[in-house]
């Protein structure tokens, strides 16, 4: 037998397991129908979907005259002695509930003839019932009813009225009508639907506590590069300046060229832009736009916010030095205002090009 083969019988009999285990939970009701003639010769009927099937009993439908035990009612012992007239079968076992178990009530009318047994339940119990279990007593038709209904007709036989009994299949009913199935479910729903609304609440807030964090980064940005432009050199061109005669000068924001009266921004670097270009520009990225200089750096700007921070809370700094013993570069591991990767680029970037500059001047 192939594997696969093995893996399908397995699935076959888990699923099969399943369907008997949901079987169990499922039951059935019963069409109840009397008639009997009353004291005024008139024909009294009565139907009502009131019995449920027992879990061993034939989903059949039977009927025949209602017969009670003589004496006890609940129809215990090996050999109850029913109140029924011989020449009239079939027959009807009427019992309560009680004293001794379903499947020996059940048996007991069975081997006295009966068609079928309907057990009433409990004094006290009105009209409820439950799903009888009786796996000693299968093979013949039974039925639960409530104590209510199982009186009344109890009490007819015994002023000696012949009441006929009609059983019939009625409808399946499963867990999904149990009310503590429905509990469950509720339950289950009501946690399931927390714990999404908790979810949702919870990635909601993280969002918005990025943005607001987000926001406030680049609103100190901005104020940081406000202050840095307002320290940058801006002057007004004239007409016998380098940058008006020569055409190899060009704002590389705007791609032209200067014009006597315009007025420009001289950047740390040296590089020159249109005061109107640079200025949105630098508010944006904070650095040069041809050779990636960092003006807040350049002007010390950060290094006065970042000095302003650490008399609030000193943050760690991991120092790498080279071999030569100098620093290199302090990275600080918690930067509360920069958690901007491309702001620590941009500063180490500036760096390399710094250090490039000294090398090249010698
Ligand atoms: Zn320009
Ligand atoms: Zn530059």
């Known amino acids: 037998m192939g594997k696969k083969t093995q893996h399908c019988l397995l699935l076959l009999l888990y699923l099969s397991g399943l369907v008997h285990c949901s079987a169990a939970f499922v039951f059935w009701t019963a069409m109840v129908e009397i008639s009997y003639v009353n004291n005024n010769n008139e024909t009294v009927e009565k139907y009502c979907e009131c019995g449920v099937y027992g879990r061993n009993s034939p989903l059949e439908k039977v009927s025949g005259v209602v017969v009670v035990p003589k004496g006890d009612p609940k129809g215990c012992g090996p050999d109850p002695v029913y109140n029924r007239n011989f020449s009239s079968p079939p027959w009807i076992a009427l019992v309560k509930r009680g004293n001794c178990t379903f499947s020996e009530k059940i048996n007991a009318a069975k081997r006295q003839g009966a068609a079928g047994v309907v057990v009433y339940n409990e004094d006290g119990k009105g009209n409820t019932t439950t799903h009888m279990a009786h796996s000693d ?12 209904q199982g009186m009344e007709v109890v ?3 015994k002023n000696g009225t012949d009441v006929n009994m009609a059983i019939e299949l009625g409808s399946p009913h ?18 399931v639907t927390a ?5 949702f609440v919870f990635i909601s807030a993280n969002r918005l506590y990025n943005l607001n964090m987000h926001r406030r980064t680049e609103r100190k940005l901005k104020s940081e590069a ?17 940058e008006t005669t020569s055409d190899s000068h060009m704002c590389a924001v705007c791609i032209e060229s200067y014009k006597a009266g315009e007025v420009v921004t001289v950047l740390t670097c040296d590089h020159i832009f249109h005061k109107a270009c640079i200025e949105p520009w630098l508010l944006e990225r904070r650095t040069c736009p041809m050779c990636k200089c960092d003006i807040l ?66």
């Open 137 to 148: 007593a299968a093979g013949i038709v039974a039925i639960m009813i409530g104590n209510t």
């Open 155 to 157: 009490k007819l036989v």
């Open 174 to 191: 499963g867990p999904w009508m149990d009310t503590y199935w429905l509990y469950f479910l509720s339950i289950a729903f009501f946690i």
């Open 195 to 199: 714990a999404s609304i908790a979810y």
């Open 226 to 242: 406000k202050k840095a432009i307002g320290r940058l050199q801006v002057r007004t061109l004239k007409r016998d300046d380098e």
């Open 297 to 362: 750096k350049a002007l010390g700007v950060e290094e006065e916010t970042k000095e302003s921070i650490s008399t609030d809370s000193p943050p760690d700094v991991t120092v790498i030095t080279v071999a030569g013993g100098d620093t290199l570069y302090e990275v600080p591991l918690t930067d509360p205002v920069s958690p901007d990767p491309e702001r620590h680029q941009h500063r180490y970037d500036n760096r390399a090009y710094e250090e490039d500059l000294e090398a090249t001047r010698g």
